[in-house]
DNA sequence: ACCTGAACACCGTTCAAGT
DNA sequence: ACCTGAACACCGTTCAAGT
């Protein structure tokens, strides 16, 4: 498990023992520290072998998407709105699969995590499609920012740190008077721990499975109809 | 504009200083110390008044949203598509005018940030349209996740200590080869700062109005499109 | 009720010094 | 080239004490 001693430490081993730091302790317990010591070493080392923080986080999201993209079809010869969807349960796996990086990715979207490669496929893919140019462009942001954003919000941790108290939020929901709020309380079970908002229980331990999938379809159905719109 | 130093301290100063802070130097130089300095007290004084960072966070978001929420037509008498429009415009706006909030919200999505009027709101024009039940619930998700999380991703704040080193993006933008990237690189002047994962500026000062009309209409279409599938 | 001032237990990052 | 050990300049939060 533990590396040999005698071996110098590389960049690779400290951006995997950040990704099992993450998925044990989550973002706010992620430290140049704490990930030092696991690895038995110093602050300084990770510093020198891949830099900052930051740094550190943009290595591992590039790490966790790029392998997900690995296991994509080929965009080049799957028909584009069925590769769209294999892309999208793709980045979303990734994403539960360590939901403290796709809860930094949201706010850090960059070439280092949003890799090239999944840039070229999502492009190649709506141009299959028939997007040219500015409508191009508009697509791509469209589906990419629906996606990582989505699934940025279904995973938000469920950390009573971070403002959820479930006692206060259950109470809360539970005396709503249906006068001011008809429509959720006509609703309320329905809702409750299943509409964003109306949760306590992020999407590690509680997934959305239904409305991601209904979600998706939504976007590329969307997408379909602006091709029509077009031509 | 500071108050009377007679006077005590009331949370409303607190969460109003609060955001003047986060417009200023963002959700990294937003701290306890600043804040309190910035009212002439000490950090204990804010969590008498209001409690913790991520409380006076939680307070912000609301105050913020909450706003942005008032202006809106009425949603029982406004047409679904019309109001969902409106709304939408309406809380990309809030964000835009306070970037660091909005970038905040889409990790920290309950019921003190998206508050029960904006739920109530959206579920009502949902439940106006035709949707019911479980087709509800994954319709209000589609919606609210696909709006919070791609306004959030648009607003990243254009940080170089976050990892964006505009020179090194151009750089690494303009080193993609044609064989390996043929639809970036053939549309590369079109996507540059344009398109999410290839541009180096935050939506704060680079918004991308154009996208974001697409995927609002995108969203709206494919609602429509789940509407008639259902019927 | 409201605020002060200090303290506790941390952080990210840098740097001189070692091997 | 790679790592140690310490230091700098911060954090959020708590708490006894004041008024």
Redesign the interface.
Known sequence: MTPMPEEALSADEVIAAAIVLLDDVGLRGFTMRALAQRLGTYPATIYWHVGSR??V??EVGGRVFGDAFDKLPDAGSTPWDEWLVHAARGYREAGRAHPAVA?WA?????????T?D???AI??AL?RAGFR??????????F???L???????L??DDP????DPEQ?EE??GA?SAD?????VA?RD??TN???????RGGGSNP?D??FE??L??????????LDRDA
């Open positions: 930051g740094a986080l943009s809860a949201v706010t850090h979207m960059h070439s280092r995590v949003t090239p999944w840039t070229e492009l190649l141009s140019d500015e409508h191009l462009t508009a697509a791509f942001n469209t990419l920012g629906s990582v954003g989505w699934v940025g919000v279904e938000i941790a740190e971070l403002g959820w939020m809360g929901i709503l001011d709020y008809p429509t959720i609703n329905e809702l299943r509409a964003f908002s109306l949760r306590w959305l239904e409305s209904f979600a379809s939504t976007w590329i159905e969307g997408l379909r109809r602006q």
